[in-house]
C-alpha cells in the first residue's frame, strides 16, 4: 500500500496512554421478550487505552455486536456506565453525542453496508458530509483516505463493480474519514475468502500501529484474534 497524498491518516502520532480512553464499569444488558428478561451481558468491566487493540470472541449469540454498539454508542446499557475520555456517554446531550459517534469512533462491519448507486470516492465522502464539511473538502478527504486502503485506482468505480475485498476497504477509508480514535470491527473479514481477509487484517494492524487508532474487533476467526494486543472471551455474557 502506499502512501500517497501528505498529512494521511497513516503518519505516526504519540498517543497518551496514561488514563483510558473507553471504560466500561459494571455493564449490563437485557431485553424483554414475549414477557421474559433475557440476560445478554452482566457485569462487563473494561478499560481501552489509545492505540490498544482487543479482541472479541465466543460463540455466536453470546452478545459480542451487542458489546460493540454498546462501545459505539448504537445502544445503551441497561446498567453499570460506559465512559468516552472520562464522560458518561449516555448521559450526553443527544447532539453531543451524534457528534462523538460521527468523529470520534468508526465502524466496520461484516458487510460492507456500501449505498450501490454510489462509486467508491461518494461512499467514502458520507460521514465528512454529515458533519457539515463542504463538497470540495469532503472529496479531498476521501481521495486521501481511499489513496491509503490502496484504492486510488479505483475511486470512480461503483460498488458493484469492485471485489468483495475493495469494497471493504471502501468501508475502512469510509469509517476512517474523519480521523477517528477508535475502530470497532464486527466480523469485518468474515465475508471474505482467507487471503482477502488476511489483507483486511493487515490493513486494520497497519492502522492501529502506525497512527495510533485503538480498535477493537468482534470475531471468529481465532487466528486474528490471537494478534490482538488484548483478547477477551464472552462466555454466558461475561468476561473470561
Not at 446531550?93 to 470516492?121: K, M
Not at 481511499?146 to 469509517?175: D, F, K, P, Y
Not at 490493513?203 to 485503538?214: Q, S, T
Request: proline content about 4%; overall charge negative.
Amino acid at each position: 500500500m502506499n502512501d500517497c497524498l501528505n498529512g494521511s491518516v497513516l503518519q505516526t502520532e504519540e498517543t497518551a496512554a496514561q488514563s483510558p480512553m473507553l471504560t466500561f464499569n459494571g455493564v449490563s444488558k437485557s431485553f424483554e421478550h414475549l414477557g421474559s428478561t433475557i440476560d445478554v451481558l452482566g457485569g462487563i468491566d473494561l478499560e481501552l487505552y489509545p492505540a490498544d487493540s482487543l479482541s472479541i470472541t465466543g460463540a455466536s449469540g453470546v452478545g459480542k455486536s451487542t458489546l460493540l454498539n454498546i462501545m459505539g454508542s448504537l445502544d445503551p446499557p441497561s446498567g453499570g456506565t460506559v465512559k468516552f475520555d472520562g464522560v458518561n456517554i449516555y448521559e450526553m446531550d443527544p447532539a453531543d453525542l451524534s457528534r462523538l459517534r460521527n468523529r470520534e469512533i468508526g465502524f466496520v462491519f461484516q458487510f460492507h453496508h456500501l449505498l450501490p448507486e454510489l462509486n467508491a470516492l461518494e461512499n467514502a465522502m458520507m460521514p465528512a458530509l454529515i458533519a457539515r464539511y463542504s463538497k470540495k473538502q469532503a472529496m479531498h478527504m476521501a481521495e486521501e483516505v481511499l489513496c491509503n486502503v490502496g484504492l486510488e485506482m479505483r475511486m470512480t468505480h461503483r460498488a458493484g463493480e469492485l471485489s468483495g475485498g475493495e469494497q471493504q476497504r471502501v468501508a475502512i477509508a469510509r469509517a476512517l474519514i474523519m480521523n477517528p480514535r477508535l475502530i470497532l470491527g464486527d466480523e469485518p473479514t468474515g465475508n471474505l475468502d482467507w487471503a482477502t481477509g488476511e489483507e483486511i487484517a493487515e490493513l486494520l494492524f497497519r492502522l492501529n500501529r502506525e497512527a495510533g487508532v485503538a480498535m477493537v474487533i468482534a470475531t471468529h476467526n481465532q487466528k486474528l484474534a490471537e494478534k490482538m494486543w488484548k483478547k477477551m472471551e464472552l462466555i454466558d455474557g461475561r468476561i473470561r
